[in-house]
């Protein structure tokens, strides 16, 4: 059974001006006798989600990560945590982009900065799958997003990020603002990959050839799986037919692939998002039947 706990304000927790949002949302999930079941909930403020779905068999849960205030703003501070027990598997995404709006510099709130923060913690033998949409941060935001994920050597996990900066469309590049992406990956409680960036009008990552050299979009999807891609010649073959697949739709400017020691690293430098994640469907579809055994699955409410 879903057990939902509101979880409440305590007198060593500062409450949120008029302005600001503080939400937390924690989630478990276990695998029972009928499948991967979300067991336990907590939340406060607008984080929550609506109920596990399951297009492809209940040992599979889809969960929709649902935010009604559809941005961040100064002040805000969002926590998400998920855990996935034992044999359980989760595939994680959202409705829509998130959003990094304009910072504020006219409230009283001492910090402008934005914060998201996403923690994965997967137990033995758990699978995690986290493709949020695309994050769009604002010119003038003041942001900071980070993604820990913890597992274990016979769990798996695939994941990316995919950021979008400004609304170049629009004539809104982002110029003044500040982001900071941080992403690490620990296995058995060992940091295996530790990745941040941080753009500021102080340094010239924007537009520097070893930044994104003034490019809009980027993006990461790491896939790790110790014990399934432990053989360095397996890995070596799944690389190149990963990079066979960037070469067949014509993508190699965009994409790149590295093999860390077991990690898989693709990234993704341009300019549009919708690209972006096509070109890591086509490459999920070819790691997830060696790191999950299942055929890749789009969730629905991509369509939609």
Known sequence: ???????????????????????????????????????RTQRKGPLSVQKAFYPEGRDCAHIYLLHPPAGIVSGDELRISVAVKEKAHLLFTTPGAGRFYRARTNLDIGDTKQTQIT????TADAKCENFPQETIVYEGA????????????????LGWDITCLGLPDSAQPFVEGKYC???????????????????????QLL?????????????????????KLSNKQQRTELVDLLRQKVIDVDAQSTISITDIEGLIVIRYLGSHAQQCKQLFIHLWEILRPVLIGKAANQPRVWHT
């Open 119 to 122: 923690h994965f913690a997967l």
């Open 1 to 39: 059974m879903n057990t939902i706990v509101e979880v409440p304000i305590t007198s060593a927790v500062k409450a949120p001006l008029k302005n600001q949002w503080f939400a937390h949302l924690a989630l478990e999930f276990g695998y029972t006798s009928i499948g991967t079941q979300l067991t």
């Open 181 to 203: 992406q941080l992403n690490r990956l620990f296995c058995d409680g060992k940091l295996i990959y530790h990745d941040r960036i941080a753009l500021s009008p102080a340094n």
């Open 142 to 157: 003041d942001g900071f997003n980070t993604v820990d994920i913890e597992l274990t050597s016979s769990s798996a996990y």
């Open 207 to 227: 537009t520097h050839p070893a930044g994104l050299a003034g490019q809009s979009v980027f993006a990461t999807f790491l896939a790790y799986a110790p014990e």
